[in-house]
């Protein structure tokens, strides 16, 4: 499987980055280079083999639900770029 | 008093030698005298490790029990919180984030009085093998100048070995904590998956990130775990196994221990001056009555491939949170909402984390869910398979922490899969969850190399055990970089 311009345009677009000329053709070889390499992973017989999405025990972990203060709303939208009457200001997303 | 140990420097405190304030007041000037040339520190906090200092000074004076850590100064990685503090994770787009809380380690610190100086540099959000990929500056090694102190943790080493800090803490994806100790001469332990609450750690690869700290030597190592160990609701792959006290393991003997040579770690690629100072650390253990035993861990050559994929494609969704949005760097000039979050991204991740992110996107996108990721979770399968059936036969599995001792500034930053291959011996460790520790075993030229040991699931003891066996016979950890 070897990864082209139109591709990384496309892994691009879905992962919201963008790039020039230069770093698409840089992207792509270097993203070649890492797949050639993981590649490997096609010899390993894995049939009737599970997956593991943790280390160990994937169990439920579940709590009382208890009401608890949240976050106090004026300190956590200090951290915001741009802030109004209490809300975080966004660009219009309705035509 | 900058090459003391956090236990020597306890019990010149206990002893009134010496008091908080005078310990900070060096400290910070220890950081100032050499800081410039090394690079740890992104920022500190002089105000509030004096206030803090004082406070323990008070309690001291009162008459009242205090903790071991209570009054020292350490500092630590700057993804993890701490309230009131940036935190950037030496990125531009978390550039002016000041930390809303505390994570849950820097609240057991905290509860424990450690005075906090400041927070580390490191790779940009963890991604990295050399610390170069910080958007701010770049670590030194202490041992040399002109090169790298490993990564991601680079920061939190290179403070610990030049001592300007007594302890720090740092996180491991990867080999984070282990390949900086090894490259910097100290002692760095990242344990159990679970064993310590991720709560307040910017989230890399939320699979196999884990907190661990960087001290001088083992028995400190002890000390800190101590703190930081242990089950928090707001985490919930923290686990509910007991916190021991490890400081039980220490001045053990370790006659009749069995330790595994993995035959798959000692092959092409290793440097021949490590593989002799690996082989030498074995005849110590050797000497001390352990039992040596070759091991087979075929699995290993496939480790790196299996974490290239899943910490990625992790990586790649949870950096989706980067949005210029709710908080971070927002781009100035952009034509609608969407165009914000790409110029935003764009403009405020550097050339790793893109990359990763990139790598992430394509493994998890359709068409090559299954070929990459999902593969690559089915061998992570049989490489937790091979580490769990190894523990049957070995208490310890001994291996070295990385195949070459620290590299020259630049030796690696164009070539991302060289650079990858810094992590060769770690990554297997956290693809099985199993806790290990990196330990100094000797010097090639003036540089450090480090031994590592890998445990059973939550056997942070038994390495502990092992590798304060080590160091008691060994002087290895007494060698400090001339800064």
Known sequence: MSVTIKDVEYVAKLARLEFNEEEKQKFTEELNNILGYVEMLQEVDTDGVEISIGAYRVVNALREDEVKPSFDREKMLQNAPDSQDGYVKVPKVIE | MHTKTLHEVKELINKKEIS??????????????????????????????????????????????????????????????????????????????????????????????????????????????????????????????????????????????????????????????????????????KPTYG?????????????????????KDVEDCAHVLNVIAGHDSMDSTSAKVEVEDYTK????????????????????GLNPEIRGIIENGIEVLKKLGAEIKEISLPMSKYALAVYYILASSEASSNLARFDGIRYGFRAEDFEDVVDL????????????????????TYALSAGYYDAYYKKALKVRTLIIQEYKKAFEEVDVILTPTSPTVAFKLGE???????????????VPINIAGVPAISIPAGFVDGLPVGMQLIGDYFKEGTLL?????????????????SI
């Not at chain 2, 989230?203 to 661990?212: N, W």
């Not at chain 2, 006659?255 to 092409?268: D, L, V």
């Not at chain 2, 055990?465 to 970089?481: D, G, I, L, N, Y």
Request: proline share 3%; hydrophobic share 35%; with cysteine.
């Open chain 2, 20 to 189: 908080c304030v005078e310990l900070t007041k060096s400290t910070f000037d220890r950081i100032s005298k050499v800081d410039d040339k090394i690079g740890a520190y992104l920022q500190l906090d002089e105000e509030g490790a004096l206030k803090k200092a004082r406070e323990v000074d008070e309690k001291i004076q009162r008459g009242e029990e205090t903790s071991f850590l209570a009054g020292i100064p350490m500092a630590i990685k700057d993804n993890i919180c701490v309230e009131g503090l940036k935190t950037t994770c030496a990125s531009k787009i978390l550039e002016n984030f000041v930390a809303p809380y505390d994570a849950h380690v820097t609240k057991k610190l905290k509860e424990n009085d450690a005075v906090i100086i400041g927070k580390l540099n490191m790779d940009e959000f963890a991604m990295g093998s050399s610390s170069e990929n910080s958007a701010f500056k770049k670590v030194k090694n202490p041992f040399d100048l002109e090169r790298v102190p490993g990564g991601s943790s680079g920061g939190s080493a290179a403070a610990v070995a030049a001592g300007e800090a007594y302890y720090t803490l740092g996180s491991d994806t990867g080999g984070s904590i282990r390949q900086p100790a090894s490259l910097c001469g100290v002692v760095g332990l």
């Open chain 2, 195 to 215: 064993r310590i609450s991720r709560y307040g750690l910017v989230a890399f690869a939320s699979s196999l990130d884990q907190i661990g700290p960087f001290t």
């Open chain 2, 249 to 268: 393991y220490l001045n053990q003997d370790i006659k009749g221990m069995k330790i595994g040579i993995p035959k798959e770690y000692f092959a092409e």
């Open chain 2, 341 to 360: 979050y790409v110029k935003s991204r764009s403009q405020g991740f550097g050339d790793e984390v893109k990359r990763r992110i990139m790598l992430g």
């Open chain 2, 412 to 426: 690696k930053s164009n070539n991302p899969l060289e650079m990858y291959l810094s992590d060769i011996y770690t």
């Open chain 2, 465 to 481: 055990k092992v590798s304060h066996a080590f160091e008691r016979e060994t002087e290895f950890t007494k060698v400090k970089p």
